[in-house]
């Protein structure tokens, strides 16, 4: 099975047009199986980035904050703190250097909920069980490689 059995396509411009389309279309399968990973505790992909960057912080950060470190740099980080914070998966604080900004921080429900999924790593990672570790060093490098916007273009 292959790009071109799995989007009905035989015919690509080059091999880089083709890389571009399995990169969407493999990042579009793997963001759904998150997904369905996730349905199960009731949270979004970007609700569980946002838990995991407070939970590797340690420290309270603003919406701004986190919202450079997210995987998906679209997301409206507000409401979705919003959100969180209507699960009591977090919690909100003024910041008391500047009484304009909120910090957030992440909840002992919402690090409970992390603890949970943690044990459930395995399910995350059986997402790629058709690459060898190997495999995915070298897939680790190559998608590096392709975003590293030192290097001169072709």
């Known amino acids: 099975m292959g790009i071109e059995k799995d989007i009905q396509q035989q015919q690509f411009r080059n091999d880089y047009q083709k890389a571009t389309v399995n990169i969407i279309f493999s990042a579009g399968w793997l963001q759904e199986k998150i997904k369905t990973f996730l349905d199960a505790e009731d949270i979004t992909p970007q609700q569980y980035n946002i838990l995991r960057i407070l939970r590797g912080n340690k420290e309270p950060l603003s919406t701004l904050q986190i919202r450079e470190r997210m995987l998906d740099k679209m997301s409206d980080t507000s409401r979705i703190v919003e959100r969180l914070q209507k699960k009591a998966l977090v919690e909100k604080k003024t910041c008391p250097t500047d009484k304009r900004l909120v910090d957030v921080v992440i909840s002992k429900k919402g690090l409970a909920l992390l603890d949970k999924l943690d044990k459930r790593n395995g399910e995350l990672d059986s997402m790629l069980h058709s690459l060898s570790s190997e495999e995915a ?18």
């Open 137 to 154: 060093q070298t897939l680790n490098q190559l998608l590096d490689k392709m975003r590293d916007t030192t290097r001169q273009p072709l």
